[in-house]
């Protein structure tokens, strides 16, 4: 459909109008109190969303006939050009059939430690890439240890969860940044950055989806180099509930996870995840809601970033709790016949609470405790 010119818009001005008054569209899924102080809000205001439905319900009428231009889609680097592109070898993507999480570790060369001050994905393919993560792997680290270099490669579920009885997670791996519908490439902010150790590896998590006709996908990942050491470092930490058994039929399963501080920090950007039984999605900070998603769509992924970086005082606790619909009643089920457990795939299901937090960037990284199940194999 077009939005471009007063005739065009017409015959959609019905659809228009159930979308707003739905909620549906624009499409984002915070209420209206976490909103106020979260950043780059695709919500109308009030004062627009009465305008735009007292036109649409008159017909659209033309009494000012506009003419738009659409923007042109984005094709070179939306936060300028990247210092280093890591490009992702072509794979072929079938029409049909389930697809294994694929994996490509590869070498950074890097001799010295060096700071991001963001990144940005290029994705090529979007009707067939469900999501990419690329994870900083320290040297020493024991995560997909075996897989070989430059080439992509399916490993296993025990090969992925297989790591050392002592390893700290901060030095198996580290989530720089993730791929998902919804993404929109932005910074971490002034004097905030990622920290990539020297002689570490990037290993990319890839979840290619046949989507009815085959693909080939030759993604790209943009790093770009702070010009000046920053003030503090950013890391994402990631509670994830691995034990979820959504009974059959069930309309408001809830799970909960958290992470307490065991210093300060500051909490920068949430992202909650769940899969096609999605409900709704709250996140807490001690008795404070921060995020609260009544209606959480699988088709948004959205990152929401906090105008300004919450205090997170030492002993703060950030819980995140899930509700799913099992039902027959959620028109996304699959299959509301059967119990629910953890999985990579959609017709399986996650709760990861998603979120970014920035320390002193000269303290030590490992300060977050993540509540309940060590953490399962997988990113999204
Ligand atoms: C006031 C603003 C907007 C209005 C009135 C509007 C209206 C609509 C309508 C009528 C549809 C068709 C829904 C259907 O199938 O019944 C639609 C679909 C869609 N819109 Fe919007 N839209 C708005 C803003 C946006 C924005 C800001 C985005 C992107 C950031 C967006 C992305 C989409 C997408 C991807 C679809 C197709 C997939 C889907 O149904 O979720 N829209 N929109």
Redesign the pocket.
Known sequence: ?S?ESSQSIRP?AK??????LKG?????HADEPSSAHLARV?A?DPK??AT?LSW?EKGAPADQPFNLKPPASPTTWQLGKPDVILKIPAAQIPASGTLQYTFLVSKLNLTADQWISAAEWKIDQRQVVHHINSFVRPPGSSYVKQAPLDQLYVATREERAARRTDEREIDRRELLLGYEP?YVPQTWGEGRAKLIRAGSDMVFEIHYTANGKSAVDSSELGLYFAKTKPIERVLTISPADSNLAIPPGEPNYQSHVTATMLDDAKLVSLQPHMHLRGKAYRIDLDQTTVLNVPSY?F??QTTYFLKQPIPLKKGAVLSCTAWFDNSPNNRFNPDPTKTITWGDQSWEEMNVGFMEIAIPATRDPDIVKLSGTTRPAGGR
């Open positions: 459909m939005f959609w659809a228009m109008k159930n979308s707003i549906s569209m624009p499409p984002w695709r109308l627009d969303k735009l649409l919804g769509d088709n948004w």
